[in-house]
């Protein structure tokens, strides 16, 4: 196949779903090739464990009936793991593959370091007049044909003939220099150890990177935090950005999550906490604004406060949260002028203390942009009515819980887990295990509103199996960590 390797291995699996924590190989199929020639063809079923969705087996054609009597995946890994060892692995979207692959190794208490190309760059490397590089794109394209697409051998075989193809079409020495480039490792900045990448896991964290006198450059998140970090020093940055932080950083630090969510808040949290240079989105530099909503016989109706002002235990008077005074007066100005509201009356306007129906008209009344309300002409019920149904949209979610609740996350492979605990969209800490969730819980104290937490929480929220009410009398110590 390419002789510039001495061992690759093409492969395809079929799976249960795309989850590799969550879901399980069904079939695995490859093709070993040694200085460019095939020496080995395997491929066996592989009983999951867990039942195949009615939906996957439509798409590869692989039923609960035809895995039953097959081997599990401990009874196959030793025969797996020597076709592999030592090889390139190649594989159509190989990240998904190989994080199958990483995941089933890591139930059984081995970890795969496996170096690997992905075709589907390797394709858009070669002919990058091609928008799609899909299977099923290359196989249109090219006019290939297979009988057992969705089947792991099947799809080993399509994609075999496509890089032999590819051969012939551009010629060896072209195919050979882009998958040279595609698999030159990561460049290290000077003084960082290559060894560090090995103790890094591929598992959900955050990682801080630091340069010199010890001060924080970057803070970020992955679910795969191996290789995320690799990443930055893969040479292949998409921005002057990224180049300067992996030509800057001396060191490199790790905090491992149970899941995504957790690695969301450490992250938000982290970057306002130790404010690294190149983290400017998430620092803490701007103060938050809302409109706040008065009674019907408030001048004006409507006043801009700041985040010290919002009560997380009461939203039902907020509407809308801005980066800063400026853009919420913008908005409250928009919504006076689509509506016909009287500008002067809910605070656009000056500063006036002059209510509703004082004879004295607003300037956008001259103009007939206003019902009138500011000079009697409009009742001010109707008009406070007018307000609040223009402010719908910018309604701010009320808390949908009685009290305090834990959003628990689980990794399976590595057996962490953790509890996250929220009360009126604020973050009020992560616990490990049932004692610190006590003493958590025991401890009160005023709540911080946080807007990322609050944007994070209204994605999360919907994973409601994951959601644990910790106001019940009868809650247990202990919520199975």
């Not at 799976?15 to 199929?29: F, K, N």
């Not at 992996?246 to 957790?262: D, F, H, K």
């Not at 819980?401 to 492979?413: K, M, S, W």
Request: aromatic share 8%; proline share 5%.
């Amino acid at each position: 196949m390419f002789s510039n390797l001495p061992h690759l291995v093409v492969l395809d699996l079929e799976t249960t779903g795309d989850s590799p924590l969550h879901d399980r190989i069904t079939e695995v199929a490859l093709v070993r090739f040694e200085n460019g020639i095939e020496m080995e063809r395997w491929e066996t079923l592989v009983n999951p464990g867990v039942s195949i969705p009615p939906f996957i087996s439509r798409l590869t054609g692989i039923t609960n009936e035809m895995v039953k009597d097959a081997p599990a995946f401990d009874e196959i890994a030793h025969k797996l793991y020597g076709y592999i060892e030592g090889a390139v692995l190649a594989a159509h979207n190989v990240r998904f593959d190989h994080g199958f692959l990483k995941s089933e190794f890591r139930r059984l208490g081995a970890v795969l370091r496996q170096k690997v190309m992905c075709t589907v760059k390797l394709s858009r490397r070669l002919y990058p007049e091609h928008r799609s590089h899909g299977l099923d794109a290359i196989m249109q394209r090219h006019s290939l044909v297979t009988c057992d697409r969705h089947r792991a051998m099947g799809d080993v075989n399509l994609l075999v003939t496509y890089l032999a193809l590819a051969k012939r079409e551009l010629g060896e020495k072209r195919v050979l220099d882009e998958v040279a480039a595609l698999l030159k490792g990561p460049s290290l900045p000077t003084g960082l150890d290559a060894a560090f990448l090995d103790e890094i896991p591929d598992s959900a964290g955050v990682y801080l990177f630091y340069g010199e006198n010890n001060l924080p450059l970057y803070i970020g998140k992955s679910v795969t935090l191996r290789s995320r970090v690799m990443s930055h020093f893969s040479g292949d940055h998409s921005s002057s950005k990224a180049m300067r932080i992996g030509q800057q950083v001396n060191r490199v630090e790790w905090i491992e999550t149970a899941g995504e969510l957790g690695a969301l808040l450490l992250e938000s949290s982290l970057i306002k906490e130790r404010q690294p240079i190149h983290n400017r989105r998430l620092r803490l530099t701007r103060t938050l604004f809302s409109l706040s909503l008065g009674g019907p016989d408030q001048v004006p109706l409507i006043s801009i406060v700041t985040e010290d002002d919002i009560d997380p235990a009461r939203f039902d008077h907020l509407f809308g949260f801005f980066r800063s005074k400026k853009a919420a007066m913008d908005t409250l100005r928009k919504i006076a002028g689509d509506n016909r509201l009287c500008p002067r009356v809910i605070g656009v306007e000056g500063a006036s203390t002059q209510g509703a129906g004082t004879g004295n008209p607003c300037f956008a009344y001259q103009i007939k942009r206003c019902d009138g309300v500011c000079v009697g002409k409009e009742l001010s019920e109707l008009h406070y009515l007018r307000l609040k149904q223009a402010l719908i949209p910018l309604r701010l979610k009320p808390w949908p819980y009685p009290g305090r609740i834990g959003f628990r996350e689980f990794n399976e492979v590595s057996g962490r887990s953790q509890l996250h605990v929220f009360d009126k969209w604020c973050h009020l800490g992560t616990v490990q295990n049932g004692e610190e969730l006590e003493d958590l819980l025991q401890t009160r104290s005023a709540l911080s509103f946080d807007l990322d937490v609050y944007n994070l929480l209204q994605k999360s929220l919907m994973k409601s199996s994951a959601i644990i009410s910790l106001e019940s009398p009868s809650r247990p110590v202990y919520y199975s960590f």
